[in-house]
Antibody, heavy 120, light 107 residues
Framework: EVQLVESGGGLVKPGGSLRLSCAAS????????MNWVRQVPGKGLEWVGR??????????DYAAPVKGRFTVSRDDSKNTLYLQMNSLKTEDTAVYYC???????????WGQGTPVTVSS | DIQMTQSPSSLSASVGDRVTITCRASQSISSYLNWYQQKPGKAPKLLIYAASSLQSGVPSRFSGSGSGTDFTLTISSLQPEDFATYYC?????????FGPGTKVHIK
């Protein structure tokens, strides 16, 4: 079964850090381009960042609101995607989803999401 | 950044109705347009990719069309399980951007 399972969410104070993980199974993670997408409860979807497969360069791209604070990385030996979030702000509060998705095929597999709350 | 708009923002429809949702990009995105369905408390689900390609396992009552800046998602005969929020998303260039969503209500 193709599956993505996020973990690592929780409550953190403004200015703090958190690392999210996304464990992949049932497909070739090594060849997959991966994304993080977030959603404030009751609001729309916001793309956070992407990492290409290592064979396609392994490069990363980020949304402007998180650039310089968040880092997407991957460990292909563990089939795991990460999102390191530093200097967290209250506006980073959201449910964070990891997704597969190489252009032009869309984000075809999604995890269940992990909630992050940034509050003092 | 490419801005995505959707219309309407919400609609009420009955089972069996034909439903059309429109998505517009602020610049040409060729056919790099995807559609997602999201139900409350659940992750989004990919319905259509590359503007008109039906994702595996998605019922054929869903279809997509368009290119350039204007795109359409059509549900040919609305079913009870289709009441949800629908989002378009451009994958032409990063930052990838989503439309604000269209909520489909039961009439």
């Amino acid at each position: 079964e193709v599956q993505l399972v996020e973990s690592g969410g929780g409550l953190v104070k403004p200015g703090g850090s958190l690392r999210l993980s996304c464990a992949a199974s049932g497909f070739s993670f090594t060849n997959a381009w991966m994304n993080w997408v977030r959603q404030v409860p009751g609001k729309g979807l916001e793309w956070v960042g992407r990492i290409k497969s290592r064979t396609d360069g392994g490069t990363t791209d980020y949304a402007a609101p998180v650039k310089g604070r968040f880092t997407v990385s991957r460990d292909d030996s563990k089939n795991t995607l990460y999102l390191q979030m530093n200097s967290l702000k209250t506006e980073d509060t959201a449910v964070y989803y990891c997704t597969t998705g190489a252009v032009p095929y869309g984000m075809d597999v999604w995890g269940q999401g992990t909630p992050v709350t940034v509050s003092s | 950044d490419i801005q995505m708009t959707q219309s309407p923002s919400s609609l009420s429809a009955s089972v069996g109705d034909r439903v059309t949702i429109t998505c517009r990009a602020s610049q040409s995105i060729s056919s790099y347009l995807n559609w997602y369905q999201q139900k409350p408390g659940k992750a989004p689900k990919l319905l259509i990719y590359a503007a008109s390609s039906l994702q595996s396992g998605v019922p054929s009552r869903f279809s997509g069309s368009g290119s350039g800046t204007d795109f359409t998602l059509t549900i040919s005969s609305l079913q009870p399980e289709d009441f949800a929020t629908y989002y378009c998303q451009q994958s032409y260039t990063t930052p990838f951007t989503f439309g604000p969503g269209t909520k489909v209500h039961i009439k």
